[in-house]
């Protein structure tokens, strides 16, 4: 089967096709990929580079089942809105959606919004051998079951939160990569000289983008932002500490104005070779070793987040492809998302380093390593961070709610604000939100 | 008149009620669905606990207690305030100054006008993204600039001190073009002599600047103000697509405090009382600024023309 492209098989299906014989890798299932040949899906999609991968592959796909696909990008935040609009008027206008489980699984799943999927990979019809619960990762499946254990999406690729850091600073100044979160402020100092314009640290100051910052030091600290219970806990003696590591090295060691950063202000002021450290998704690394963009080419190290006092956690995020319920298509869109999940989809996928499928078939496959665009290191600390991932998110309706308040909190303490009383008055305002949506 | 008992005679209008309604309708109709039905469903579902996806429960005049103590909305209310002061200030004295130099005849006016007219043919977003750029700390040529006149980097709109002020500065290189347009215009009107009596009486630039010129203009420079103040209040483009309302809320208006709470936090019911509030809002300074223009036009024949 390793020798045996799709394409190939496509071609293969295509000569064959009037015969009526399927291509040899179908005879050994029942499955129909042309099954609804002649319909129409629509797909729509949040922008990003794991769309474009699904994009580029779009005519191979319509080649292999004979399925229209009308396919759209939006930018996440609009197309959240557009989400949530389109699934609460009853009559949404797409087939297929993406679905960020950090931020939407529960109101997903609270709402009913979204197709329970089990009984169509349950369908042998439909669905391939390859496409098998076991093949998933266990984060995979934590983020697209629902609490009743019911599929109710396919996971496409996960975000692990790494350290990037610049080598040639660290060695500069004869520092070592950081093992802990001590160790970590204390390079950070170390590498900070505002006079040459070099900061030790950088990552999201902008509220609601920097919640995550937060949460991978407080997961250090082996407290979750709510707890099994549901209990907020983001004014715990822990989360002060986390808050006060987040209020150091954003304010004392990072550039100017980091206060207002999001990602990409973080992921310029890395290029330019003026920042040591990075903290934020594994995702963001292709711009880093493009020479037309960055200028650290080659000096990017891919560091595994350090330990906490407590444990050491990478904040996990994911996100896949759901099915709305209201769809009247749901075989041929099951057709589709399991196909842009597929191995050969997940390989498109992290040999580009545009993202990390959940698939251990793609992961545990040696052949990406030969095809990887990205440094070894990078694929390592793939692999190293899937071992300590924790959610990144609490799994709660108002996550953008979340995210805004704490996050609020947060940048204040970046402006002078005292981390303690911040983050309790946050906490604060949050806590009713969130028994409320609990209860509603 | 009002009765139609009899048939008209030939040639005469008919005005029955049965007769005019059809041709009310039409405005009625389209009156009722785009302004009224919006409105009292917003008030609707100002009463009610309102989320998306979930249920709906009334809670009267709750939503609005809520509002009276929430500090956020009450910040971005001064927010709003002081955003739209400073974003009709501005580009108004700016552009009433660069409309008088505009007025003057010059070499190349012409071309200078069309380029000083562009920023405002951009879009805003667009606009936004690019003074990001510009903004940045460590990479934007904003800081660069002032490094030449001796001045250290400022941290501008990722500073919650400097933010509004940043914001502004964009909204005001996009839009003085348009109040030295409408100025334009209204020099233009005024009529020569009343300044050639005033050159033979020996009067300086500036007094005829203060005397005639700014009097007679005054009507115009009230249209811009309108124009100016209705445009900052719902500004909403350039601020979410530059900070969103940040750092943390130091820049949110209640605009975006709306936008937040009706689409990312999906609260229909709150956000929608904060939209009556900002209606409350935007319809008292209304009356504060027609009372106003009524003042400027004592000058009744340049206000008409306005």
């Known amino acids: 089967m390793a020798y045996i492209s799709r394409r190939g098989l496509i071609q293969g299906a295509g000569a064959l096709g009037a015969a009526g014989l399927a291509g040899p890798a179908f005879a050994q299932s029942a499955m129909n990929w042309k099954k609804f040949a002649g319909q129409k899906i629509e797909v729509t999609l949040v922008k990003s580079p794991r769309a474009d991968i699904i994009e580029k592959g779009l005519p191979e796909f319509k080649a292999l089942t004979g399925l229209e696909v009308g396919f759209e990008q939006i930018p996440e935040q609009q197309a959240r809105q557009k989400q949530v609009i389109e699934l609460t008027s009853g009559k949404p206008s797409f087939d297929v959606i993406h679905e960020s489980f950090h931020v939407q699984k529960r109101l997903f799943e609270k709402s009913g919004w979204v197709a329970d999927l089990s009984g169509l990979m349950a369908d042998a019809s439909i669905t391939g051998p390859e496409t098998v619960e076991s093949d998933f990762s266990s984060a995979g499946l934590m983020f697209s079951k629902n609490q009743q254990g019911k599929l109710r999406a396919l996971p496409q690729s996960v975000d692990y939160w790494i350290v990037y850091y610049n080598k040639e600073l660290f060695d500069k100044k004869g520092v070592k990569y950081p093992d802990t979160f001590e160790e970590m402020i204390a390079a950070a100092e170390k590498l900070t000289d505002p006079k040459e314009g070099v900061y030790g640290f950088v990552a999201r100051g902008l509220k609601n983008a920097n919640l995550p910052v937060f949460t991978s030091f407080l997961l250090g600290f082996g407290v979750d932002p709510v707890d099994a219970k549901g209990n907020l806990m983001t004014d715990t003696p822990e989360a002060i500490e986390a808050g006060k590591i987040y209020q150091r090295l954003l304010s004392k060691h990072a550039p100017p104005g980091a206060i207002g950063f999001n990602w990409s202000e973080c992921q310029s002021a890395f290029m330019q070779g003026k920042v040591a450290m990075w903290l934020d998704g594994i995702g963001f690394a292709p711009p880093l070793e493009d020479p037309n963009k960055s200028r650290i080419v080659g000096k990017v190290g891919y560091g595994l987040m350090p330990k906490g006092p407590k444990t050491r956690a990478s904040a996990t995020f994911g996100d896949g492809l759901s099915i709305p319920s209201a769809s009247t298509k749901k075989e041929a869109a099951w057709l589709f998302a399991q196909w842009a999940v597929s191995k050969e989809q997940g390989r498109a996928l992290i040999t580009t380093g545009s993202g990390v499928p959940f698939r251990h078939s793609v992961l545990n496959d040696p052949s990406i390593r030969t095809q990887l665009k990205m440094p070894a290191a990078w694929l390592d600390t793939v692999a190293e961070s899937a071992k300590i991932s924790r959610l990144g998110l609490p799994v709660i309706i108002p996550v953008t709610e979340f995210r805004d308040t704490i996050g609020i909190g947060l940048t204040n303490t970046l402006s002078g604000g005292d981390v303690a009383a911040e983050l309790k008055k946050a906490s604060d305002a949050f806590r009713p939100v969130l028994e409320k949506s609990e209860k509603g | ?306």
């Not at chain 2, 009610?48 to 500090?71: I, P």
């Not at chain 2, 709306?258 to 019911?269: I, P």
């Open chain 2, 1 to 306: 008149m009002t009765q139609a008992a009899t048939p008209a005679t030939p040639g005469r209008i008919g005005l029955s009620s049965r007769d005019y309604w059809p041709f009310v309708a039409p405005a009625l109709i389209v009156v009722g669905s785009v302004i009224v039905f919006p409105w009292v469903f917003t008030i609707y579902m100002a009463m009610h606990e309102w989320k998306a996806g979930g249920a709906q429960s009334f809670v009267g005049l709750g939503n609005f207690a809520r509002l009276a103590s929430d500090a956020r909305f009450l910040e971005s209310i001064v927010h709003t305030l002081l955003y739209t002061g400073l974003a009709v200030t501005a580009p108004v004295v700016l552009g009433v100054f660069s409309a008088v130099i505009f007025h003057e005849r010059f070499p190349l006016r012409g071309l200078l006008r069309g380029l000083f007219i562009m920023p405002m043919m951009a879009t805003p977003v667009a606009i936004a993204l690019v003074w990001v750029m510009m903004f940045h700390p460590q990479l934007g040529v904003l800081n660069y600039l002032l490094s030449f006149v001796g001045l250290g980097p400022l941290t501008w709109v990722f500073n919650p001190a400097t933010v509004i002020p940043s914001l502004v500065l964009v909204e005001t290189w996009q839009w003085t073009p348009l109040v030295m347009l409408i100025v334009l215009g209204g020099l233009a009107s005024l009529p020569t002599e009343p300044y050639e009596s005033a050159l033979i009486d020996g009067a300086s630039r500036w007094q005829m600047f203060r005397h005639i010129t700014w009097p007679m203009i005054l009507p115009f420079v009230m249209v811009a103000v309108i124009i100016r103040t209705i445009d900052a209040l719902k500004s909403f483009d350039i601020i979410f697509a530059i900070t969103q309302g940040g750092p943390g809320t130091a820049s949110e208006t209640i605009n975006i405090y709306l936008y937040n709470t009706a689409f990312a936090y999906y609260n229909m019911g709150y956000g929608s009382a904060i939209a009556v509030v900002f209606f409350i809002i935007v319809v008292a300074l209304s009356l504060v600024m027609l009372w106003l223009r009524q003042r400027s036009k004592w000058n009744a024949d340049a206000g008409a023309a306005a």
